[in-house]
């Protein structure tokens, strides 16, 4: 059974950080990319990053490049998503998401997911 549990998210003042994690198992967790995406209410969920599990590269939406940091420890089966300089825009539910079919390859897109982890509320209040 495909589970993904993602953990952190809180209660952080403008300026501030968290450290989002993403615990994988049920599938081959180095030959797949992993994804971190949020999501608003009243609003479509967003892609935030990816890493892709061939050689590890990253990829961020314009809104979080420079103040996230994507990273993943093999060994574990985690995903971290490193947030600094946290804004009041990056407000949201976070999750993270694997597509099996994507060859380990990112973007990881929001119709190509096959599963979601549980969200973790992220709030940073100004």
């Known amino acids: 059974e495909v589970q993904l549990q993602a953990s952190g998210g809180g209660l952080v003042q403008a300026g501030g950080s968290l450290r989002l994690s993403c615990l994988a198992s049920g599938f081959t967790f180095d030959e797949n990319a992993i994804g971190w995406f949020r999501q608003v209410p009243g609003k479509e969920r967003e892609g935030v990053s990816c890493?892709?599990?061939?050689?590890?590269?990253?990829v961020y939406t314009d809104s979080v490049v420079g103040r996230f940091t994507i990273s993943k420890d093999n060994a574990k089966n985690t995903v971290y998503l490193q947030m600094n300089s946290l804004k009041p825009e990056d407000t949201a539910v976070y999750y993270c998401?694997?597509?099996?079919?994507?060859?380990?390859?990112?973007?990881?897109?929001?119709?190509?997911?096959?599963?979601w982890g549980k969200g973790t509320q992220v709030t940073v209040s100004s």
């Open positions: 890493i892709s599990s061939s050689d590890g590269s990253t």
């Open positions: 998401a694997v597509d099996l079919e994507n060859l380990g390859d990112c973007p990881i897109y929001y119709y190509g997911v096959d599963y």
